[in-house]
């Protein structure tokens, strides 16, 4: 069986050579004698599928580091394998190729891979119009002077060639102009980003097109099959030859079919060794081999390339299917580099199609990625958050990664002495781990902190301080002297002047009863006296006005209306002088030390 199977590859050979001889020359060529002797421009999809495998040369090139800044008809050169980008060449006038070397090049600058997709996007408006865009210079030259649209390549096209473009659509203008752009900013960042512009152009049928071109004459060619059909052989070799012939057909579409049944089962590289004659193939199922190789794309894990071969293959076989797969792939691939959030956004637009198993994975990705944030990058807020979403999706052990990350969360805050949002986030975790512990330590701290704002007058933090922890302690009992000193009369004056005789003992509680008037007059309403009688101080209260007080005394005096403010009884005369009278130093709730500024002497009193 190989005997014949050799034999008949021979004679295939042989056969079709011949043929290949007869129909076209397999002489490259360039891009431009192609459009030339074409005499038409191509379809925006006829020029994509065309010059596609040019696109991912370039594509490859950047990814290398590497730029061609050359790029012209002239340096693309169609094959029997197809279309190729010539190398670099150390000639001074390829850097210049009008219309398609890029501004900055003749300013001698050159802005790397987007200096390459404005030249690759001038090739496109060649291959679909016909003729060479505008030069860079002479088209902004011209624009400067006329004030028109400066990224519209087709400007004077439509006027000139206007029945040959009217078939290109819009979106393809438009993409043509950003990757033209005059300004390099404004084009395509990458040739990848290109690539998935021009996709839904690539229809993956460009080897039909150089089949459009002969260089032999018809009249060579007529002449030429009549000499090879009067080739006389014996009836003997010529029966010989169609039993092998139809043996070599067996053979083939056994090898086709079983090919086939292998690529749809993934196994890329056995189906790849069945296709022994890839021309054959290519007359009557050119995307088999397409197919094939976007699979082998897809076993070396180049998924990006995997997706877009694919999807260039839509309707064929389970092509869609396979792109999905691409994805598929690509997002677990993301998430064990920790790219978790470009691997998140594919399982979700996966799992909003049903595919596989991409709702449990995005779950389990996210998951993932809420720990790298926590352990890793100490991202606590982010990792909470995620955690709590997943705890409340009943996601396997959210509950106790949520604990987790806010144990951290607080932990991170102590190493930043934000005493307060860590005990708030311990207390809101009491039980995990040692919060028990560490919530008394911060009582603690957080206590003594209050205590020092309180010290230094600084009242809205010692309340920020002891609202946290109360009832620890005394902090209900600060808090109460806050708000006498930050609301001082405002308060209901009875109330808080109870509220100050339970606390008198407690820090400045007694200088806190006679610090404005209206808390003294209603702490010293009554007579107070010296042990013998002999001196008196008398707070009264008018009967027709509760807030009406006024005061005797037979201690020395200056006379005048009075007020009281920080302990100190105060007149002020007719004459409008404020002068101290007397300064009240509570002794307990009902006995007092009452300095007289008059006479220098202090007087004992009881109430």
């Known amino acids: 069986m190989l005997g014949i199977i050799i034999v008949l590859v021979v004679a295939y050979v042989f056969i079709w050579k011949k043929r290949k001889k007869i129909r076209h020359s397999t ?83 050159s802005n790397g891979n987007v200096s390459d997709i404005y030249s690759f996007s001038a090739i496109l408006f060649f291959a679909v119009a016909g003729t060479p865009p505008e030069n860079a210079l002479e088209r902004t030259a011209r624009i400067s002077s006329e004030g028109e649209n400066v990224d519209n390549v087709f400007a004077i096209a439509d006027e000139e060639y206007e029945d040959v473009l009217q078939h290109i659509d819009n979106d393809f203008k438009a993409t043509i102009n950003k990757g033209m752009a005059s300004n390099a900013a404004s084009r395509f960042e990458t040739m990848q980003t290109l690539i998935y512009k021009l996709t839904p152009y690539n229809t993956g049928h460009a080897g039909e097109l150089t089949g459009t071109i002969s260089n032999v004459a018809p009249e060579t060619a007529t002449g030429v099959a009549k000499k ?100 598929y792939r690509q997002a677990a691939q993301l998430a064990d580099t920790n790219e978790f959030e470009k691997s998140i956004q594919i399982y979700t637009e996966l ?72 005990y708030n986030i311990f207390d809101g975790i009491r039980g995990y781990a040692d919060t028990e512990e560490l919530l008394i330590t911060l009582s603690d701290i957080i ?74 007059c209603k702490f010293l309403l009554g007579t107070w006296h010296t042990s013998g009688g002999s001196y008196y101080f008398k707070m009264e209260v008018s009967d027709s006005n509760d807030y009406d007080y006024y005061s005797s005394y037979n201690i020395p005096w200056y006379g005048g209306t009075f007020s009281i403010k920080d302990g100190i009884y105060y007149v002020t005369t007719n004459s409008g002088i404020e002068k101290p009278q007397y300064k009240f130093t509570l002794i307990s ?19």
């Open 228 to 327: 090879h059909r009067r080739i006389s052989v014996k009836i003997l070799v010529s029966a010989s030859i169609a039993v092998i012939l139809i043996a070599f057909a067996g053979t083939y579409f056994l090898c086709y079919r079983k090919a086939v049944s292998l690529t749809e089962n993934g196994s890329y590289d056995n189906a790849q060794q069945y296709l022994f004659l890839p021309s054959v193939t290519e007359l009557h199922d050119d995307n088999i081999i397409e197919y094939i190789n976007a699979g082998l794309l897809l076993d070396s894990r180049k998924y990006e390339d995997a997706c877009t071969s694919f999807s260039s293959l839509t309707g064929y076989l389970n092509a869609e299917e396979m792109v999905q797969e691409s994805y």
């Open 351 to 422: 799992s909003d199609a049903g595919y596989k198993d991409t709702s449990e994975l995005l779950l389990n990705t996210q998951y993932r990625m809420a720990a790298y944030q926590l352990y890793e990058l100490g991202e606590f807020t982010n990792a909470a958050i995620t955690f709590y979403n997943l705890s409340a999706e009943g996601y396997e052990n959210a509950d106790v990664m949520w604990l987790e990350s806010q144990y951290w969360w607080a932990c991170s805050m102590l190493d930043e002495y934000d005493y307060i949002n860590a």
């Open 27 to 109: 002489d490259p060529i360039t891009l431009r004698s192609f459009i030339d002797k074409r005499q038409q421009p191509l379809s925006a999809n006829e020029a994509v599928s065309l010059l596609m495998p040019v696109a991912i040369q370039i594509r490859d090139m950047h990814d290398d580091g590497e730029t061609h800044l050359q790029i012209s008809p002239d340096s693309i050169q169609l094959t029997a394998d197809g279309p190729k980008l010539l190398p670099v060449t150390v000639s001074e006038s390829s850097k210049y190729s009008s219309g398609f070397a890029a501004p900055e090049v003749y300013h001698g600058k």
């Open 447 to 520: 206590y003594l902190e209050g205590q020092t704002a309180y010290y230094d007058g600084r009242h809205f933090d010692s309340e920020d301080f002891f609202e946290c922890i109360t009832p620890y302690l005394n902090s209900e009992d600060y808090l109460e002297l806050i708000d006498v000193q930050m609301l001082g009369g405002l308060l209901n004056t009875s109330n808080t002047v109870d509220t100050l005789i339970d606390l008198f003992y407690f820090e400045d509680a007694s200088e806190l009863l006679v610090s404005n008037t209206s808390l003294a």
């Open 589 to 607: 709730p009902n006995s007092m030390d009452l300095y007289c500024y008059k006479n220098g002497y202090t007087y004992t009193l009881y109430r």
